[in-house]
């Protein structure tokens, strides 16, 4: 099947209460604004595929990652807040993964290359802090912390000048690839 295939068939259901009760929303690719289909959203499922869910509207805000499975109360496991507003589909992506991490904004300062999962950046390469990247390759998720902890941030393919920019006010110390294992 199709890279392409497998993406039609991703599909992630919302539902306003805990335990997949209340009314239900279900989504099969990217929504900007999900506020005038739920109130709320206390529980999820993700049949197929993976998705990132955001507490603001338009991809903005608070970032998780949700693979399949069944989330019954997935605001106290994250500690999300009850307002899930948008969400994007992560495609299915079986390529090489390569991303350029730099540790100043608008690439400046030292650049490191990655083409596997990086646990600690000050570990590796000594760089205590990642502030712009440039993904060529694959689909990436950052983290605040090292060991893949703290808050995320889902990386597609393109440049990313100034995470400061984009809303965040932290800095990456660990990156992870998005890889058909997850799926």
Same mark, same amino acid.
């Given at each position: 099947?199709?890279?392409?295939?497998?993406?039609?068939?991703?599909?992630?259901?919302?539902?306003?209460?805990?335990?997949?009760?209340?009314?239900?929303?279900?989504?099969?690719?990217?929504?900007?604004?999900?506020?005038?289909?739920?109130?709320?959203?206390?529980?999820?499922?993700?049949?197929?595929?993976?998705?990132?869910?955001?507490?603001?509207?338009?991809?903005?805000?608070?970032?998780?990652?949700m693979r399949r499975g069944e989330y019954a109360d997935y605001m106290s496991?994250?500690?999300?807040?009850?307002?899930?507003?948008?969400? @994007? &589909?992560?495609? +299915?992506?079986? /390529?090489? %993964? *390569?991303?350029?991490?730099?540790?100043?904004?608008?690439?400046?300062?030292?650049?490191?290359?990655?083409?596997?999962?990086?646990?600690?950046?000050?570990?590796?390469?000594?760089?205590?802090?990642?502030?712009?990247?440039?993904?060529?390759?694959?689909?990436?998720?950052?983290?605040?912390?090292?060991?893949?902890?703290? @808050? &995320?941030?889902? +990386?597609?393919? /393109?440049? %990313? *000048?100034?995470?400061?920019?984009?809303?965040?006010?932290?800095?990456?110390?660990?990156?992870?690839?998005?890889?058909?294992?997850?799926?």
């Open positions: 099947m199709t890279s392409s295939g497998m993406n039609m068939m991703s599909r992630i259901v919302f539902y306003e209460d805990r335990n997949f009760q209340g009314r239900s929303y279900e989504c099969m690719s990217d929504c900007p604004d999900m506020s005038s289909y739920l109130s709320r959203c206390h529980s999820c499922r993700v049949e197929r595929g993976c998705f990132m869910v955001y507490d603001r509207t338009n991809y903005m805000g608070n970032q998780y990652f496991m994250f500690g999300m807040s009850d307002c899930i507003r948008s969400c @994007r &589909m992560i495609p +299915m992506y079986r /390529g090489s %993964y *390569r991303m350029r991490i730099y540790e100043r904004e608008n690439f400046g300062g030292h650049m490191y290359e990655l083409m596997d999962d990086c646990d600690n950046i000050m570990d590796r390469y000594r760089m205590n802090n990642c502030m712009s990247c440039n993904v060529m390759d694959g689909h990436w998720l950052m983290y605040e912390q090292p060991h893949y902890r703290g @808050r &995320m941030m889902y +990386m597609r393919p /393109g440049e %990313y *000048r100034s995470f400061t920019n984009m809303g965040w006010s932290g800095h990456f110390m660990s990156m992870r690839r998005i890889t058909d294992s997850f799926y």
